[in-house]
């Protein structure tokens, strides 16, 4: 198998075969030997069936049907755990990723790359949605022991071995961007210029963007947790004057500095509750997703959880 296209899916019932078509005119020129594993995460609308109808009458087609909404992160794992292709590639239902992309991504990884990311041009963006972006990608990388560069998404091409080294992370807490970075191999970057939406609507509320960026931050380094002691210095030793400026005769400024020392406090409380969090969903050892229907698998739906 050439290669295994992977679509997570969710609320997708006229992006599924928009998508579907488009890579019937693409791919047979680009890789005669495919298959399509699009996975349904929950999905509320006619999405599911959809998929049934598209891999009864297509035999490169499969899916997965998740137990319920798992998140984009834990659909895209589920995809690659079937993928049985020798290169993967994984791009959005909504045709945000243009498939004509892929004959170059897959040009660029066969000449010595083991991932290749299509990044994303954002300068059609509203402002808006770019700012908080580049304050973003810029704190991570900032403190981050891997590069995550603005604009390098999910939409990527990988050899198998980068597939196999991304399954062999066992962590819940999954930001993707930072694991595909974290394997490391050689990378190339493709820019492309993405479109709009094609129907359905974004998951990326704004609550949804900043838990995104909490799982970014507190999952890839442990700076905050560093930070949080120097802070904690910091405030000790501001106390410390105060007390001798007191002693000394000073003004009564006791009671600002105990409720500055008291935010103080719960913020870093708030910061060691985020891994303690973390580190208690990881403990729990749950699989990332269920599997409740697949259709058009080669392996059946044995060992569906995990
Ligand atoms: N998606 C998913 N599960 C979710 C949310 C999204 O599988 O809980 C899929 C969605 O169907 C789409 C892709 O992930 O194929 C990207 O989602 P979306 O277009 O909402 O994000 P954006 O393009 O705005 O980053
Ligand atoms: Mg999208």
Redesign the pocket.
Same mark, same amino acid.
């Given at each position: 198998m050439d290669l295994t296209v992977v679509v997570p899916c969710f609320n997708e019932q006229d992006g599924i075969p928009r998508l579907h078509a488009e890579l019937l005119r693409v791919l047979p020129g680009v890789a005669p030997d495919y298959e399509v594993v699009a996975v349904d995460d929950g999905s509320t609308d006619r999405t599911l069936p959809r998929l049934r109808e598209l891999a009864a009458s297509d035999p490169r087609f499969r899916y997965l049907s998740l137990s319920r909404n798992f998140g984009k992160e834990a659909a895209v794992l589920a995809g690659l755990r079937r993928a049985h292709g020798r290169r993967v590639v994984i791009m959005?239902?909504?045709l945000?990723?243009p498939p004509e992309l892929l004959g170059r991504m897959l040009a660029v990884l066969d000449s010595g790359h083991d991932q290749v990311v299509a990044c994303r041009d954002r300068s059609g963006e509203p402002l808006s949605r770019r700012l908080p972006a580049r304050f973003f990608y810029r704190l991570l990388n900032r403190f981050c022991e891997v590069r995550v560069p603005d604009g390098a998404g999910d939409f990527r091409m990988l050899t198998r071995r980068a597939v196999q080294a991304l399954l062999a992370l066992p962590e819940q807490h999954r930001f993707s961007k930072g694991l595909f970075a974290w394997i490391g191999f050689d990378t190339a970057h493709v820019p492309f210029r +993405?479109g709009a939406?094609q129907g +359905?609507r974004?998951?990326?509320t704004w609550r949804a963007l900043v838990e995104h960026g909490a799982d970014g931050l507190f999952s890839f380094h442990r700076k905050p947790l560093r930070g949080a002691g120097c802070v904690g210095a910091l405030v000790a030793t501001a106390g410390a004057v105060q007390a001798l400026r007191e002693l000394a005769g000073g003004g009564p400024l006791l009671a600002p500095v105990l409720l500055c020392a008291a935010g103080v406090q719960m913020l870093l409380l708030g910061v060691v509750g985020e891994y303690l969090g973390r580190i208690h969903l990881e403990t729990m050892g749950r699989p990332h997703f269920l599997v409740k229907e697949s259709g058009g698998l080669a392996r059946g739906i044995g060992g569906s959880a995990g």
């Open positions: 959005d239902a909504d945000q990723h +993405g939406r +359905g974004s998951r990326w």
